[in-house]
């Protein structure tokens, strides 16, 4: 049964701006994140948009925001074949778990300016 669906687009131009704020990125993204954002180079702000959208997504198929729970708490993880899962931690797990959710399903996109994301949360 579907619990939740949330979707989200940024603005790649944004995301440019954040890659020099070491701060920013330390504050909402988790270590895993920054990794792979890195990794990709030229495509690390095209990277953190979609991740960054991914965050506002889940919060928004949760129905309560970011409510209780840091930016950190979510984040994307990759698998051998490049393909995107959204993991939680902690109080977003608590949340995702309040609501019924135990299956997330995550898309990502990207062009040149924008990043859109959409969640599914599942029970």
Do not use: C, Q
């Not at 993991?87 to 995702?96: D, F, I, M, S």
């Not at 990502?108 to 959409?118: N, Q």
């Amino acid at each position: 049964m579907i619990r939740g669906i949330g979707i989200d687009v940024v603005a790649v131009e944004r995301m440019r701006r954040w890659l020099e704020d070491i701060e920013l990125l330390h504050r909402f993204f988790a270590p895993e994140e920054r990794e792979a954002i890195y990794e990709r180079k030229d495509g690390a702000a095209l990277s953190l948009a979609a991740r960054f959208a991914a965050k506002e997504a889940f919060a928004k198929a949760l129905g309560t925001g970011f409510k209780g729970f840091a930016l950190r708490d979510v984040w994307v993880v990759n698998d051998a074949l490049g393909k995107p899962t959204l993991r939680v931690t902690g109080p977003a797990e608590r949340a995702l778990r309040r609501i019924g959710g135990s299956t997330l399903w995550l898309s990502l996109t990207h062009e040149r300016e924008h990043a859109i994301a959409m969640v599914v949360i599942e029970s």
